[in-house]
């Protein structure tokens, strides 16, 4: 069963800091990847998609892509309050339905 | 430009009634996804559908949901004899020519 695995957190830090999000997949036939936001009551968000190894650079968000470890990873540089929320990663192969994982919550502090 | 629309935003029901959920995906989206989100859950697709396509059912709990897309476009997602179980959120989603999805606001469905 493809399945993709997270820390549930909570993953506090500090305003200012560096929150570091992580995830592992099962599927190694996984092509694209995905970091979305989630705030509570909200839908997710689509913050992040990268679909070849190494790191991608949006803002304060870089994505991180190992796929021979299976691993994705989130960086959020300055971490604001308003990035609390809950973070979910997302694998597929090209163009099928999202395999999610169950996501990790950050708490920013002020 | 205009995102994915689900309606409605909540529906209650009593448990053995029938619903329909509808999303209105990104205009010139050609593939749409439903998912839906328990208390405490994952996300769990549903069912999928590219272009003229066979939609793709393999996530469907039971043969009580079902799902059509007309015209290439909208889509109704029915789940008859509800159940406590089917309480969740449900979700919709589009994708164009890459292969990001984008979520509607859901339908936040409650089965008493």
């Known amino acids: 069963q493809k399945e993709v695995e997270q820390n549930s957190g909570p993953l506090s830090v500090p305003e200012g800091a560096i929150a570091s999000l992580n995830c592992t997949y099962s599927d190694r036939g996984s092509q694209s990847f995905f970091w979305y936001r989630q705030y509570s009551g909200k839908s997710p968000e689509l913050i992040m998609s990268i679909y070849s190894n190494g790191d991608k650079e949006d803002g304060r968000f870089t994505a991180q892509l190992n796929k021979a470890s299976q691993y994705v990873s989130l960086l959020i540089r300055d971490s604001q309050p308003s990035d609390s929320a809950t973070y979910l990663c997302a694998v597929n192969q090209a163009g099928t339905a999202l395999i999610f994982g169950k996501g990790t919550t950050l708490s920013v502090s002020s | 430009g205009a995102g994915v629309s689900q309606s409605p935003s909540n529906k209650v029901t009593e448990k053995g009634k029938d619903v329909e959920l509808r999303c209105d995906p990104i205009?010139?989206?050609?593939?749409l996804y439903w998912y839906r989100q328990s208390l405490g859950q994952g996300l769990e697709f549903l069912i999928y559908f590219q272009g003229n396509s066979a939609p793709d059912k393999s996530g469907l709990p039971s043969d009580r949901f079902s799902a059509e897309r007309t015209g290439g476009s909208v889509s109704t997602l029915t789940i008859q004899r509800t159940q406590q179980e089917d309480s969740a959120v449900y979700l919709c989603?589009?994708?164009?020519?890459?292969?990001?999805?984008?979520f509607g606001p859901g339908t936040r469905l409650t089965v008493t």
């Open positions: 989603a589009s994708s164009g020519s890459g292969y990001e999805q984008y």
């Open positions: 205009s010139g989206h050609t593939a």
